[in-house]
C-alpha cells in the first residue's frame, strides 16, 4: 500500500485467494463480469438439459449405458472424450463394448498424443470416436465443439471441485460454443457445478457454499479452512 503497489488477479476458481483478501478491508476489490447471452454457461447446459451425472465405467452396466448414449444421441458420428486419471479408472472391457457399437477408440496422453489434436477435431469422424485422454485439457484448452458428442469427466474418490470446474466441464463453456438442445452432453458431478454457480451468485463468499479443493475447504455453513 505504501508503495502503491497493485496486485490483480484473473480466475474462474480464486478459491483462498479469494476468501483471503476479505480480510484486507478496503485494500482490495473484486469484480465479476456479466455473463453475455452469447456466453455459454454452466447455467445454460443445465437449462438445455445436457448435463448427466458421471458414470463408473468400471461398472459393466454403466460402460453399456454410456455406449447407448453415444450411439443414440447423435444422428451422426461424434467425438466423445473420456478422462481418466489412471488404468484403473474404466473396465478393461470398454474395447468390446467399442467394438460391439462400432466405436473407434484414440488415445490422447503424455506417451501416445493426437498430433495437431485441433485439426483432427475440426474434421468429422467416419464413425463414433471415443478419446481416452489422462492428464491433458485440465484448463485453459479451448476445444472446438462442432463435432464432439459426449465428454465425460473422471471419477474419483474425494474430487478436487476446482478441478472439476476447470477440466471438461469449462471445455464446454464460453462464446462460440454450440448453444441449444443439440450440443455436447457432459457427464461431470451434478453437485460440484451447482456449487460453483451458487459460488458465483454470492460474489465467490465461500462461507456459504461447500467447496473443496488443495487450498480451501468450507461447509458452506460458515466454516472454511484457507
Keep these: 500500500k505504501e508503495?502503491?503497489?497493485?496486485?490483480?488477479?484473473?480466475?474462474?476458481?480464486?478459491?483462498?485467494?479469494?476468501?483471503?483478501?476479505?480480510?484486507?478491508?478496503?485494500?482490495?476489490?473484486?469484480?465479476?463480469?456479466?455473463?453475455?447471452?452469447?456466453?455459454?454457461s454452466f447455467e445454460k447446459l443445465f437449462e438445455w438439459k445436457r448435463v448427466y451425472p458421471k458414470l463408473d465405467l468400471r461398472d459393466d452396466d454403466h460402460i453399456e449405458r454410456f455406449f447407448n448414449h453415444v450411439v443414440?444421441?447423435?444422428?451422426?458420428?461424434?467425438?466423445?472424450i473420456l478422462r481418466v486419471n489412471a488404468r484403473h479408472d474404466i473396465h478393461d472391457n470398454i474395447k468390446v463394448y467399442a467394438e460391439k457399437y462400432n466405436v473407434s477408440i484414440v488415445n490422447h496422453?503424455?506417451?501416445?498424443?493426437?498430433?495437431?489434436?485441433?485439426?483432427?477435431?475440426?474434421?468429422?469422424?467416419?464413425?463414433?470416436?471415443?478419446?481416452?485422454?489422462?492428464?491433458?485439457?485440465?484448463?485453459?484448452?479451448?476445444?472446438?465443439?462442432?463435432?464432439?458428442?459426449?465428454?465425460?469427466?473422471?471419477?474419483?474418490?474425494?474430487?478436487?471441485?476446482?478441478?472439476?470446474?476447470?477440466?471438461?466441464?469449462?471445455?464446454?463453456?464460453?462464446?462460440?460454443?454450440?448453444?441449444?438442445?443439440?450440443?455436447p452432453l457432459l457427464f461431470c458431478d451434478l453437485m460440484i457445478l451447482k456449487n460453483y454457480i451458487e459460488l458465483i451468485k454470492s460474489n465467490f463468499n465461500y462461507k456459504r457454499v461447500k467447496w473443496r479443493t488443495d487450498r480451501i475447504k468450507s461447509d458452506g455453513y460458515g466454516r472454511v479452512d484457507s
Aim: charged letters at 25%.
Design 109 to 183: 496422453d503424455c506417451s501416445d498424443r493426437i498430433e495437431e489434436v485441433d485439426n483432427f477435431l475440426s474434421n468429422p469422424p467416419k464413425v463414433h470416436t471415443l478419446i481416452i485422454i489422462k492428464q491433458m485439457w485440465k484448463a485453459a484448452k479451448t476445444l472446438n465443439d462442432k463435432h464432439i458428442g459426449i465428454v465425460h469427466e473422471s471419477v474419483a474418490n474425494t474430487k478436487n471441485f476446482s478441478t472439476e470446474i476447470q477440466g471438461l466441464c469449462g471445455r464446454l463453456c464460453g462464446h462460440d460454443k454450440i448453444c441449444g438442445f443439440q450440443g
Design 3 to 40: 508503495n502503491n503497489i497493485k496486485i490483480l488477479q484473473v480466475s474462474a476458481t480464486p478459491d483462498n485467494a479469494a476468501h483471503d483478501m476479505r480480510s484486507w478491508g478496503d485494500n482490495h476489490q473484486m469484480y465479476i463480469p456479466d455473463i453475455p447471452d452469447s456466453y455459454v
Design 72 to 80: 443414440s444421441e447423435f444422428e451422426v458420428p461424434k467425438f466423445h
